[in-house]
């Protein structure tokens, strides 16, 4: 019985015998000591901080013990409350359902201008257009200068004694109010910063999808005479549609985390609560962790079924 | 036939397209617009930062009466925030920025080169634990880290650098970069009677070294710009990101404006300098070229 198993474990690890045999021994070692690093962290990080973010969506705080420790007990409390903040029929500019809103508005705004820029954008960049050179290194200083400085400066271009206030006197118009102050505007304020600083958006992976595409191809469509419409809808497109694919995958995960830097813009002031800053509000500043962590079980559970869901339909499309 | 080859080198270098259509002038003009809308904030926020507070206060559009390059000396004295000066700042900042891609960049050369040229049980596991974590996103758990790093002492103390160790198997893009190492390299160094660690560290790391110094001045600079960390978890340890917001906040009503934008300009010198000096190799992993080591 021994020798048999003996002789599966032998059988098990000679499919992994990449290596001559001197060096075989030292090879388990050697991988494990390269691995133990990148696992340990993956198990405390992402194993232990997801399991007990699940547990505490489970937990609600019921007082002090005897000696001071925070008693817990489990029950669906947190759940019900989000149930209740999400059915509630007045509005609180600085609760879960106002970041909702305000998340899902900054993500479809955002969008509705990155995306089709991102197309138009990558095939004037891929056709080496006039001045790509340039403008490729110009696209990229946004990923490179610092947010901090950068809203630093958008503020003081849009404040009351701002630049665009100082024209607009020099035009006879009068001074202009704090476009980050104002309910009516401080949204569309987030949502230029963001535009202007996420422009044109994933343009980097798509232009190096399109690099990919072999020359031949492009060459024998245009030897049948296509034109450039033709060429990026019916040639390109259907090329670097696992890159679509992947993008779109990405935009889904990113659904309720689309904010931009709320704490620099507005702190969350004049009805530009996100969920982003909803999450730094509770945690970092109001320490708590249980009715957070319940909201973001809520999250995980609607967002992830419509990622993998997203990723069959996308799998059928390029299927074609 | 000379026609029909005129006509293929028109074609080659067809690919190529100088015409003006109203595509191309269009997307031109949008292109030049934002690149112009950039400069101008910039050079905007360079000339108010040689103004006197008053003068900007009076008129924000006009060139500096005087040109107040003192202003930059200014910003050195008077930028502080949480209690810290700017040079205790920026000496936060630097290591904050390096040591993070450092060991995190470290890490993941580790873990990628056995997962890229070494076969092993468990191996296709950590592949589609890999897979798995790309696709299936995990919201909300900020509650959760944040308790981690308070149990684990991380929090406002150097130990956060814990959290930049690679996560399992390494990152793709240092996965490729083994991958695109030939293991012949390393079969020679075998023969030659090199061990496992020697092969690693001095054959096959330096072959992918091109890849790992782009990647890590790409998180240099995401390190160095990174405000949010800081504000979260490292109060103590302010760098000057997170400082200059925290500045702002704590002289709201007597902003000096000018002093801000010269301590805020110096912010931009190191990034741009260093993506200035890379910018062949950032470019060329970006947008697929590949770099070879």
């Given at each position: 019985m021994k020798e048999r198993t003996k002789a599966k474990i032998k059988k098990y690890f000679e499919r992994y015998n990449d290596y001559p045999k001197p060096l075989r021994k030292g090879k388990y070692i050697f991988v494990f000591c390269m691995l133990i690093l990148t696992i340990v962290r993956w198990a405390v990080f992402y194993v232990a901080v997801n399991f007990e973010s699940i547990v505490m969506a489970f937990r609600e705080f019921t007082g002090y013990g005897p000696n001071n420790e925070a008693i817990y007990r489990w029950s669906f409390a947190n759940f019900e409350k989000f149930w209740s903040e999400m059915s509630y029929t007045g509005w609180a500019t600085q609760s879960f359902k106002a970041a909702l809103k305000n998340t899902l508005f900054l993500f479809f705004a955002g969008n509705a201008v990155t995306i089709p820029t991102t197309y138009l954008v990558s095939y004037y960049l891929y056709k080496k257009m006039p001045g790509t050179s340039g403008f490729i290194w110009i696209l990229y200083l946004p990923s490179v200068l610092s947010s901090v400085v950068m809203v630093t400066i958008f503020k003081n271009i849009v404040d009351a004694n701002g630049l665009i206030s100082a024209i607009s006197i020099a035009l006879g118009r009068g001074a202009i109010t704090d476009l980050l102050i104002s309910e009516d505007t401080a949204k569309w304020m987030v949502w230029c910063y963001n535009t202007w600083m996420g422009f044109p958006g994933a343009y980097v992976l798509v232009t190096a999808a399109m690099r990919r595409i072999p020359e031949e191809i492009i060459e024998s469509a245009k030897l049948d005479g296509v034109t450039p419409r033709t060429e990026f809808f019916k040639i390109i497109f259907p090329l670097i549609w696992p890159t679509v694919q992947v993008l779109l995958l990405q935009k889904i995960t990113a659904l309720l985390s689309a904010d931009g830097p709320i704490l620099l813009l507005t702190g969350g002031k004049a009805d530009t609560y996100t969920i982003g800053y909803w999450y730094y509000d509770q945690v970092?500043?109001?320490?708590?962790?249980e009715y957070p962590s319940a909201v973001g079980l809520i999250m995980t559970l609607f967002v992830a079924p419509l990622a993998l869901l997203v990723k069959k339909l996308t799998d059928k499309v390029e299927a074609y | 036939m000379e026609r029909s080859i005129e006509k293929k080198r028109k074609i080659k270098s067809g690919s190529v397209s100088k015409k003006w259509t109203p595509y191309s002038v269009t997307v031109g003009i949008i292109l030049a617009l934002y690149a112009a809308s950039l400069f101008a904030a910039i050079a905007w926020a360079f000339l108010t930062s040689l103004k006197g507070r008053i003068e900007y206060i009076r008129d924000?559009?006009?060139?500096?009466?005087?040109?107040?390059?003192s202003n930059y000396v200014e910003a050195f004295e008077q930028l502080s925030a949480n209690g810290k000066n700017i040079f205790v700042m920026f000496g936060n900042s630097l290591w904050l920025s390096v040591l993070p891609p450092t060991i995190n960049l470290f890490t993941a050369a580790m873990a990628s080169y056995v997962m890229a040229h070494y076969k092993f049980p468990g191996r296709n596991l950590i592949w589609s634990i890999i897979i798995v974590m790309m696709t299936l996103p995990i919201m909300g758990n900020a509650a959760a880290t944040y308790k981690m790093y308070l149990r684990l002492g991380m929090y406002n103390s150097?130990?956060?650098?814990?959290?930049?160790?690679?996560?399992?198997?390494?990152?793709l893009l240092v996965i490729a970069a083994f991958q695109g190492v030939s293991k012949t390299y390393a079969e020679a160094a075998f023969l030659d009677g090199a061990g496992h660690f020697t092969v690693f560290f001095r054959v096959m790391l330096p072959q992918a070294m091109g890849v790992l110094l782009a990647l890590w001045t790409m998180n240099f600079i995401t390190c160095w710009n990174d405000y949010m960390t800081p504000i979260m978890y490292l109060p103590d340890y302010t760098p000057i990101t997170s400082g200059l917001y925290i500045y702002q906040k704590e002289t709201?009503?007597?902003?000096n404006v000018p002093i801000l934008f010269a301590g805020s300009l110096m912010v931009l010198v190191v990034p741009v300098v260093m993506f200035a000096c890379f910018q062949d190799k950032f470019m060329n992993l970006s947008f697929g070229g590949g770099i070879k080591g």
């Open positions: 970092i500043l109001s320490h708590s962790y | 924000p559009i006009s060139l500096p009466k005087d040109w107040l390059f150097p130990l956060i650098l814990l959290k930049d160790i690679s996560n399992i198997g390494g990152s709201e009503r007597v902003l």
